[in-house]
């Protein structure tokens, strides 16, 4: 399109993880621009502050992560040692991106549905009560998963 307002693949993308992506690709383009980005194309900026705009192009080949992998690795062997290392070195305890999804859906497909807190529960059980229906039977629950 040559409309603006019709672009939208120009916005961030994935919530606060695509804001994340966003930011870290505008630093990169700060940093090697030498420019801070929000002054871009503006005249408010130091004296001898570049004033035009940074790009920063990155461009991946897909076949550079289809293979020729160290030790002859797999993509997915190659991944997994990635991770170990980044798990690593007194970052055993970190948490990857969509790691607490990944133990969230573990949880409820081992409890055979949705988990939910006491405190939840308690609030069910006001809701039926003001739309005149039953508390729930918190013994058929199962607990502690």
């Known amino acids: 399109?040559?409309?603006?307002?019709?672009?939208?693949?120009?916005?961030?993308?994935?919530?606060?993880?695509?804001?994340?992506?966003s930011l870290v690709n505008e630093l990169t383009a700060a940093y090697i621009g030498g420019s801070l980005p929000t002054i871009r194309g503006?005249?408010?900026?130091?004296?001898?502050?570049?004033?035009?705009?940074?790009?920063?192009?990155?461009?991946?080949?897909?076949?550079a992560m289809a293979g020729s992998f160290a030790k002859?690795?797999?993509?997915?062997?190659?991944?997994?040692?990635?991770?170990?290392?980044?798990?690593?070195?007194?970052?055993?305890n970190c948490i990857l991106p969509g790691?607490?999804?990944a133990r969230g859906a573990e949880r409820s497909e081992k409890a055979g549905g949705l988990i939910f807190s006491s405190a939840e529960?308690?609030?069910?059980?006001?809701?039926?009560?003001?739309?005149?229906?039953a508390k729930l039977t918190r013994k058929d629950l199962p607990e502690g998963l």
């Open 99 to 101: 790691e607490l999804e």
């Open 42 to 63: 503006t005249e408010n900026t130091i004296e001898g502050e570049k004033t035009t705009s940074s790009f920063f192009f990155q461009v991946i080949h897909p076949d």
């Open 1 to 21: 399109t040559t409309d603006p307002n019709e672009v939208a693949a120009l916005l961030p993308f994935g919530r606060h993880k695509g804001y994340g992506l």
């Open 72 to 92: 002859a690795g797999t993509q997915k062997s190659n991944v997994k040692r990635v991770v170990e290392d980044i798990l690593g070195h007194g970052n055993e």
């Open 121 to 133: 529960l308690d609030e069910f059980d006001e809701m039926a009560e003001k739309l005149g229906h």
